[in-house]
């Protein structure tokens, strides 16, 4: 007899089991298969609820306990995995159209009572503990089916809009944000390194013959591919060695950066807008059990937030206009921790109250000073102007700020012109031997493009409400934590 999911055995009725054309000769026996949530019982009769993973929901299992065994009743605990045949039935308990009335019952794993999962309300610093079992969690569960739906929703709106999926090294000699914050690949002998009269180490002789780091960012491959499709997005993993533990990094996470050609400021800010909204939307039309959910358990204003950001536009905001409002907040009497100069990159703080307190709604900052900025962001015409003052040179940059999160993307339309570009690898001393390559973009049939990088665990911390960041990839990577 074939299994059924139990996401699709709870969207029919009983009768509607029964026509279906594989279960039809059963006359209504159904076979599931998974892990036993909870057990109860009352005067002869117990409740299994039992999850398979397909839904948030529990199918309920009812049987009598004098037609099994007390040995197999015994072994029916929290976390064991069953195989139950029965008849599918309406159900008279509220909250679910039918269950099973159990006619057979298999234990195929027992779990004992060392089952680190077995209380409920257990603290997410715990559950981290055991991160190699807390995708059995109804939490984690849920977080894991919408951080596939995001996946899925982000494949889908790039193939719909004509975007390649374009494959870029994890393995690479280059430094995409030029902030040193790479983790070295090496073959080489660790204990034994050979060096030159400079103390340098030698590299020739390493499996790449130089040296070679996992990659930050996508993006300068990702232009390669923008300048010769068109459009194309990388998905896939990035590496950062920055020694930040908070709530919103990765040492190791996964980004999306879509690259266009021809692509202005205006459209790039239409683009990041357009798509975290798809996702949102997906995600509002997709997972809802998931949602409701975690609407109920962790965020009590998560669907809210979510309907509230499809349906307003996100402000559009100059870095210097955002200092304005800033300096003026402070001049009112607002505390902050950190100074906001014209200059400075701002902090969490400010940029929360400008997301949280002042629009109240997410912000699409852009022409943030160059200083502030990776080199390869293309270079304002035009000072800006703060107090009648002409502050320094801009940059085409824009960081979507979100509400709870911070920042979410950041992105920029690129410097295409290769004399510009080259003034600013050699003002901020980038190893020129290294971007040959990327330079060709501007010195063959240049064009003016753009692109951006959204974090995919900060998206699914929007999507799910959840706080940390550590809880919602499956394994975290963090400074002095590699565990599983
Ligand atoms: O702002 P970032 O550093 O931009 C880039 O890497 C560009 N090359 C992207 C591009 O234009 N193609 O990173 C992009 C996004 C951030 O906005 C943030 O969401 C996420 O990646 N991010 C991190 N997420 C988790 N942990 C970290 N340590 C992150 N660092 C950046
Ligand atoms: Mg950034």
Not at 210 to 224: M, W
Not at 356 to 385: G, N
Not at 464 to 472: E, K, L
Request: aromatic share 10%; with cysteine; proline share 4%.
């Amino acid at each position: 007899m074939k299994r059924i999911r139990i996401s699709d055995l709870l969207a029919l009725t009983a009768e509607e089991y029964r026509a279906l054309p594989e279960y039809r000769d059963m006359e209504g026996t159904a076979l599931v298969k998974g892990w036993v949530r909870s057990k109860r019982g009352s005067k002869g009769i117990f409740f299994i609820a039992l999850n398979d993973g397909s839904t948030i929901k529990n199918v309920q299992i009812v049987g009598d306990d004098d037609k099994f065994d007390a040995d197999t009743l015994r072994r029916i605990t929290t976390g064991a995995c069953l195989s139950v045949t029965g008849k599918l039935v309406e159900s008279p308990a509220a909250g679910q159209n039918v269950e099973i009335q159990a006619q057979d019952i298999q234990i195929l794993g027992d779990c004992d009572n060392t089952y680190p999962l077995q209380k409920k309300g257990a603290s997410w610093e715990y559950l981290r503990t055991v991160a190699h079992l807390r995708p059995r969690t109804n939490t984690f569960g849920a977080i894991l089916r919408i951080r596939h739906n995001m996946a899925m929703a982000i494949h889908t709106y790039f193939h719909q809009h004509g975007y390649f999926y374009f494959h870029t090294p994890l393995i690479t000699a280059s430094d995409c944000e030029g902030a040193g914050q790479m983790f070295q690949v090496t073959t080489k002998n660790l204990y034994d390194l050979r060096k030159d009269e400079n103390g340098n180490i030698i590299y020739t002789d390493d499996f790449f013959g130089k040296q070679t780091s996992l990659t930050v960012s996508g993006q300068l491959e990702g232009e390669l591919g923008a300048t010769a499709l068109g459009a194309i997005y990388t998905f896939g993993p990035t590496f950062r060695a920055e020694n930040s533990n908070t709530p919103r990094h990765l040492a190791e996470f996964w980004m999306i950066e879509p690259e266009v050609a021809f692509m202005d400021l205006e459209e790039l800010m239409d683009l990041e807008e357009d798509f975290i909204k798809y996702c949102v939307r997906w995600a509002l039309d997709n997972c809802r059990d998931d949602l409701e959910f975690l609407n109920k358990m962790v965020d009590k204003g998560l669907i809210e937030r979510l309907q509230g950001v499809i349906n307003e536009d996100f402000v559009r905001l100059p870095y210097t206009e955002g200092i304005r409002i800033l300096q003026e907040a402070i001049k009112a009497g607002r505390k902050f921790e950190f100074p906001c100069q014209w200059g400075d990159d701002l902090a969490s703080e400010h940029e929360r109250y400008l997301v949280e307190e002042y629009f109240r709604k997410p912000v699409i900052m852009t022409h943030y000073p160059k200083k502030i900025k990776a080199f390869y962001m293309k270079i304002d015409d035009e000072k800006p102007v703060l107090d009648g003052k002409q502050m320094e040179q801009t940059v085409q940059g824009t960081d979507v700020l979100f509400p709870s999160i911070g920042e979410i993307i950041g992105g920029s339309v690129r410097e295409e012109s290769y004399d510009k570009l080259m003034g600013e690898i050699e003002s901020r001393g980038i190893p020129m031997k290294d971007m040959t390559w990327y330079l060709d973009t501007r010195k063959y049939g240049s064009c003016p493009h753009a692109g951006f990088g959204l974090g995919f665990e900060r998206l699914i911390l929007f999507v799910t409400g959840m706080q940390n960041i550590r809880d919602v990839i499956p394994f975290p990577r963090t400074p002095r934590n590699a565990e599983f």
